[in-house]
Nanobody
Framework: QVQLVESGGGLVQAGDSLRLSCAAS????????MGWFRQAPGKERDFVAA????????YYEDAVKGRFTISRDNAKNTVYLQMNSLKPEDTAVYYC?????????????????WGQGTQVTVST
């Protein structure tokens, strides 16, 4: 089992940027495709972005396309989510997840390991 720890969340104003990090340990990071999900109070955990093992494929939820960028550094066992032009509706707990599939995947059920989450709050 791989352990995932998110960091980088915080309180920002609308229009600001944040970079979330997810550090992996316990197994070889490069064996996993990775994803980011988010969950707002009273809502389901929704897909945000995904990246394949070698970064050749990425997927994004429509609401974040053009604003968010997922990337990974396999040498550091870390996946990132760069979030620009943040909006109040981006407020949520953001979760990092790992999949055994080679490619990027968008379904929550395809992920087998999850981090504890990091809070992102965007004020007006």
């Amino acid at each position: 089992q791989v352990q995932l720890v998110e960091s980088g969340g915080g309180l920002v104003q609308a229009g600001d940027s944040l970079r979330l990090s997810c550090a992996a340990s316990g197994r070889t990071f490069s064996q996993y495709s990775m994803g980011w999900f988010r969950q707002a109070p009273g809502k389901e955990r929704d897909f945000v972005a995904a990246i394949s093992r070698t970064s050749d494929i990425t997927y994004y939820e429509d609401a974040v396309k053009g604003r968010f960028t997922i990337s990974r550094d396999n040498a550091k066992n870390t996946v990132y989510l760069q979030m620009n032009s943040l909006k109040p509706e981006d407020t949520a707990v953001y979760y990092c997840a790992a999949s055994l599939l080679r490619t990027a995947v968008t379904s929550r059920g395809q992920y087998v390991h999850w981090g504890q989450g990091t809070q992102v709050t965007v004020s007006t």
